[in-house]
């Protein structure tokens, strides 16, 4: 599997970050629109075992999350406020394990309050009360996203369409009226190195490996289905993972470029497969 890099430019608000999972979903419906059912069936076919690709969250340009370690482990100050605002690392300062060399994020996404109030519509009122609700909006800066391909089983050039056909369809929440869009770069190769510790570039199950140690923070996805699928109850059942910028140690040098496990039969329909995977890159040994 090859790894590669594009970096995404938002040309509208999103009103759903950019997650690994989450983006990962969002591509299977462009490669359906794409290239058809079909196809899709033929790349989740054994991905359980084999998966066609694997995608990242989004990230400043140019680096990567701080890693989910200890402070100890960090060698950071003793502010813990000043540490937690230090959120990118360079891949270079990653293989080297200067880990305090964190940077804040230096042009901050800007988030807004959308206000919407409940409508109903055989009345076309608001019913028998005023009842607003805020719905959050991100203004997106240029985000980097990695993919793991197998092009045995699905060509770069396949994978551009399908970005193509996603950043037109949008990507996420209210993507029906107009958010998520955005452009993207040429598809280009990122090198990683081998190591015995790794880190994960999205949330993802932490099942089907044994190892020496495991650094993370828990995340809970709440997913739901996409397009006409979600006419009929929606949601899926909800799924613990280990988030982003999770570190696990192994006995020896991990040399797959992914780890995790897919997710299946957590929907009414036993076809949906979640990613439950995520990049491995690795970084210096602890």
């Known amino acids: 599997m ?7 430019t938002p040309t509208s608000n999103f009103a759903t970050t950019l997650k690994g999972d989450t ?5 299977c419906w462009a490669i359906r629109y794409t290239f058809g059912e079909e196809k899709l069936k033929l790349l989740l076919d054994g991905y359980e075992e084999n998966p066609f690709c694997v995608v990242s969250d989004g990230f400043a340009p140019d680096f990567l999350p701080k890693p989910t370690l ?21 891949y270079e300062d990653l293989q080297k394990g200067d880990f305090s060399k964190a940077k804040e ?20 009122t608001t019913g028998d009360g005023f009842a607003p609700y805020g719905i959050k909006e991100f203004a997106l800066n240029p985000k980097d996203v990695y993919i793991l391909l197998d092009e045995e089983k699905f060509t770069l050039d396949a994978l551009s369409e399908s970005f193509k056909t996603l950043s037109r369809m949008g990507y996420g929440q209210d993507s029906t009226i107009g958010k998520g869009r955005f452009e993207f770069t040429e598809f280009k190769k990122f090198q990683v190195q081998n190591s015995s510790t790794v880190m994960a570039l999205s949330p993802f199950s932490p099942q089907g ?8 923070t828990p995340f809970t996805r709440f997913g739901k289905k ?16 280990a988030d982003t ?9 991990y040399k797959k470029r ?10 009414s329909h036993e076809d949906i497969v979640h990613q439950g995977y995520a990049i491995a890159i690795g970084i210096k040994e602890l």
């Open 209 to 216: 490996f044994t190892c020496k140690d495991i650094f993370y």
């Open 70 to 90: 200890p402070t100890f482990l960090m060698k950071e100050s003793e502010d813990k406020k000043a540490n937690r605002k230090k959120i990118w690392m360079s």
């Open 245 to 253: 910028g999770t570190v696990i140690v192994f006995e020896d040098d």
């Open 258 to 267: 992914y780890i995790g496990k897919a997710i299946k039969r957590h929907t």
């Open 226 to 241: 996409g397009a006409h699928r979600a006419n009929q109850n929606p949601f899926k059942k909800p799924l613990l993972l």
């Open 105 to 124: 994020d230096e042009k901050s996404d800007v988030i807004t309050l959308q206000m919407h109030n409940a409508i109903n519509y055989k009345t076309f």
């Open 23 to 27: 983006l990962f979903g969002q591509l």
């Open 2 to 8: 090859t790894l590669y890099k594009t970096t995404i």
